[in-house]
């Protein structure tokens, strides 16, 4: 299985800071039809998770521009522009390039 | 709009099963697949597997093959798993999503379902 490893696996950040978290897989990401299947969810303290980027790059329904994805291959990174107190909780990345989809141990961004 | 309701925490015994379900509400039940990812305590996220409710088709995480069943009732909207043989490493938080098949992401949650194995 795809091993998609996060750094730092804790955040912590003021409010207004921009911060961002990596996400390295253990094979490329990229298929062959020329895809990247990596995504980024963030799970705030006792609700289910909720999509904020797609295919990479994209911002997901109803997502604040601050929040932004990028990279190829095998490395990529979410980047939250101006951290908000409702930005706090757990991120985590996934794949679903290679079967089975698979997700990152998680990065938490607390409060400094 | 959009909405996954899920049943209510359930605590079992070891050796015992657990059919949890989730009514979907807001959009053409038949047109995505819904996918179930299971929470251990304080852990990560794992994908348990998929179906597509217009054919019943499956993909299954190896994993949980042969501990994961789903099913769907395309009559009243709701899709269902069934864990089987249960043990306290079942014990976790599952919750179903719908699949945007065009790109392969879960865009909405449902409120997850606690199962508790226990004696």
């Known amino acids: 299985d795809v091993v998609l490893t996060q750094t730092p696996s804790t955040l912590s950040a003021t409010i207004g800071q921009s911060v961002s978290i990596s996400c390295r897989s253990s094979q490329s990401l990229l298929d062959s039809a020329g895809n990247t299947y990596l995504y980024w969810y963030l799970q705030r303290p006792g609700q289910s998770p909720q999509l904020l980027i797609y295919?990479?790059?994209n911002l997901g329904s109803g997502v604040p521009n601050r929040f932004s994805g990028s990279g190829s291959g095998t490395d990529f990174t979410l980047k939250i522009s101006g951290v908000e107190a409702e930005d706090l909780g757990v991120y985590y990345c996934m794949q679903a390039t290679h079967a089975p989809y698979t997700f990152g141990a998680g990065t938490k961004l607390e409060l400094k | 709009q959009v909405k996954l309701l899920q049943s209510g925490a359930a605590l079992v015994k070891p050796g015992a099963s657990v059919k949890m379900s989730c009514k979907a509400s807001?959009?053409?039940?038949?047109?995505?697949?819904v996918s179930w990812v299971k929470q251990s305590h304080g852990k990560s996220l794992e994908w348990i597997g998929e179906i597509y409710p217009n054919s019943g088709a499956t993909n299954f995480n190896e994993k949980f093959k042969g501990k994961a069943t789903l099913t769907v009732d395309k009559s009243t909207s709701t899709a269902y798993m069934e864990l089987s043989r249960l043990t306290s490493e079942d014990s976790a938080i599952y919750y179903c999503?719908?699949?945007?098949?065009?790109?392969?992401?879960?865009?909405?949650w449902g409120q997850g379902v606690m199962v508790t194995v226990s004696s």
């Open positions: 807001g959009y053409t039940f038949t047109d995505y697949w």
């Open positions: 999503t719908r699949e945007d098949y065009s790109g392969l992401y879960f865009d909405y």
């Open positions: 295919l990479v790059s």
